[in-house]
């Protein structure tokens, strides 16, 4: 298993790498953002920096844990962190899916950003997590999310309601040995 501290992904643009507790400060007005946070299946974050970075502490030890989660995203010319990207794990009524999810600061909206990010962490998912199968799950107004996976070539499979978050429309990839990412 790669070690969650050791992933560096790195695309045209940008760079995906580890979260770590300072990141908190960058990630609260992007969590306490309501526009932002609109069809993230959870409030705009009220908490202070101090509690996020609590937060982020236990979700790094999981994510240290499971050798994947989400990572920090920053511009690759200037180090600027515009947001977090990455794998999440669900249980989707019974089934372990592995999700590519994303989140872009405002102020970076509209350049393309979240769907490059998710590209590469379609192809190191497949790489280094041992599915076949990789999912987003996107709220059905979320027309900016759905646009980014269908420039992935991800399409709308149905619904499923898991506890942690309503009904969200699923858009999968799957992983075909000769045809590399294979989508139906
Ligand atoms: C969804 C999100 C990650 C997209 O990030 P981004 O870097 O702006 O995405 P991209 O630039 O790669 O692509 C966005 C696409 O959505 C389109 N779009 C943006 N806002 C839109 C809107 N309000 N309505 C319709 N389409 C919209 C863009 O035009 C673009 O599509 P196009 O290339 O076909 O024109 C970003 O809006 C975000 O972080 N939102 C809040 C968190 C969130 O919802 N995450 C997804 C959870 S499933």
Known sequence: ??????????????????LRLDDAEVLLPMY???ETMRYMGVDAYGGTAADLRAT??????????????LLATELRDTG?????????????????ETEVGYLISRAHWGKGYATEAARALLYDGFAHLDVWRLISLIHPLNVASQ????????RYEGEVTIPEIPVR???PAQWDPKLGIHVT
């Open 1 to 18: 298993m790669r070690a969650y501290d050791a992933i560096r992904i790195e695309t045209p643009r940008l760079v995906l790498r580890p």
């Open 32 to 34: 306490a953002d309501a």
């Open 56 to 69: 982020l502490e236990m979700r790094l030890e999981v994510y240290r844990r499971d050798g994947f989660g």
């Open 80 to 96: 600027e962190f515009i947001g977090r990207c990455g794998h999440l794990r669900w249980n989707v009524g019974g089934t372990v």
């Open 147 to 154: 646009r980014v996976a269908l420039h992935n070539g991800l």
């Open 169 to 171: 429309p699923v858009f």
